[in-house]
């Protein structure tokens, strides 16, 4: 009988080995259970460790070479990483071992790594047994190792990888690294891959990974090298049912605190752009890239009008977005009224001759808009930025002006003349992610939380349906088009208002009688 035929075998054996190993000398490092032994869960050993390690070939050797674990944020899959590559290292059974902690940047490796250097420092029995370096540990007794490699890393070629420990996989900016050392453990037997991370964003590297993984799960494709692991909620689950919470998160109730994650949830469901990084973080949703932002609804319940007198009582905060010659420009008023909530207005600017091109290209309602007042239409085919300087102007003879906000990419030297010829208040706001992100957020939680109010102008509410959000692995986010064809300058110059009335008041901060109180 060939290899192929034959069945493979489980040795429980194996798997408890592992066990063992992990809640003798692996230890808790912060919180409540510091010192005390890291005892694993039931689904930990059930669904990883066993099948990972007691599960053999014929030859004795281990059938599980690629091990792939998707687990929600929080459920401790970074310190069972660690735990294993411990192991790895040490106790099991090879001499030379390399192990390599491996992120899509170096300070996360390093993630893995410095969770191990903490363990070997809690424990007496691996302190003695290992040689602890800034870049390196190395067990005494088998010459094995563990280091940190990144895709920021310029060689990755000539490793014989025993043991590669990738975290949060998502965040791997292609397969090059990945593709590297994983044909380099084909020079050694019972060498392991093992990758657990949270859910990513669609069309990229992990996404594929996630695929082959989910392919091998549910029995379409035959590679029974791999363990594919992977909790998570289905598309068509309600995101806000706890049992939902509890299907993607293995965790729930031990590791995870329910009331906590609740809140989490509540957040989601009051805030419609952190709806798909709940879903991607905490229930390993596969999202794309961007995502809708306000939904026109809620949009819509905010419509008011205020009469002028309040608003020349009212600070004014403007956010103006400049566009190219022939393109719209948009420029944001934001009322601050006496009680706190804010009204915008916003006026867009379209090149009189480019109306009707407009209206039967972009499948939008400027011919209308125009007629009724939406659009300020200026001479010719062109931007003409006289008009925008000169309700600039008005404005700042009308209000109070506390700040112009403009982006400095298209709008430098125009900005720079009114500051010079006419005083108006003006600041660079950068367009970049980490700059927007703070305003975008606060735009939103006003908007849903109806303390920004606005006047009904459907071509901003146009801009809004055309607006999806960014957002990075930081949790920053950005207003972005994605794959519309539609405008959302308006949007874009009410969030540049929105960071030129954040910045006034970083730099008028309010008189609060606690902190005098407090200083004395």
Known sequence: MTLKKQKRIYDQAKGERVVRFIERFCKHLHGDLAGKPFMLEEWQKRDIIYPAFGTMRPDGYREKRFCYVELPKGNGKSFLLSAITLYMAIADGEHNAEVYCVAGDREQARIIFDTCREMIAADPTLSAACKVFK??????????????????????????????MFDELHVQPN???????????????????????????????????????????????????????????????????????????????????????????????????????????????????TESWIPGHVWDKNVKQIPEEELQMAELFMGLDLASTQDLSALAYLWRLQD?????????????????????????????????????????????????????????????????????????????????????????????????????????????????????????????DNTQIFRDSNNNIRPHKGKSKGKIDGIMAAVNAVWAMQEYDKENPTFDIGNMISYF
Not at 208 to 236: F, T
Not at 251 to 276: R, T, V
């Open 135 to 164: 870049n390196s540990i190395v067990h005494t007794k088998s010459s094995s190792t563990i280091k940190v490699i990144s895709a920021e890393a310029y060689s990755k070629h000539g490793y014989r990888p025993y043991a590669i």
């Open 175 to 289: 397969r090059e690294l990945y593709d590297t050392l994983t044909r380099g453990m084909i020079k050694r037997w019972n060498s392991m891959c093992w990758m657990i991370t949270t859910a990513g964003v669609k069309n990229t590297f992990a996404e594929q990974i996630h695929d082959e993984a989910e392919l091998i799960r549910r029995g379409k494709v035959k590679n029974p090298a791999w363990l594919p692991v992977i909790y998570n909620a289905s598309q068509d689950d309600d995101p806000f049912d706890p049992s939902v919470w509890a299907k993607a998160n293995p965790g729930m109730g031990n590791i995870i605190d329910a009331e906590n994650f609740a809140l989490l949830s509540n957040e989601a469901k009051s805030q419609p752009s952190a709806l798909n990084s709940f879903k991607r973080l905490h229930l390993n949703i596969w999202t794309g890239a």
């Open 340 to 464: 706190g909530t804010l009204y915008l207005k916003v006026t867009t600017y379209c090149p009189e001759e480019t109306i009707h091109d407009r209206d039967r290209k972009e499948n939008a309602n400027y011919l209308a808009w125009n007629d009724e007042g939406w659009i300020s239409a200026t001479p010719g085919n062109v931007q003409d930025l006289e008009t925008i300087r000169g309700d600039i102007l008005r404005a700042a003879g009308q209000y109070t002006l506390q700040g112009l906000a403009f982006d400095p990419w298209t709008a430098d030297n125009f900005a720079a003349e009114l500051y010079t010829r006419n005083s108006i208040p003006v600041k660079k706001c950068q367009q970049s992610l980490s700059n927007l992100s703070e305003p975008s957020k606060y735009f939103e939680q006003l908007t849903v939380g109806k303390k920004l109010f606005h006047d009904g102008n459907p071509v901003v509410a146009w801009n809004l």
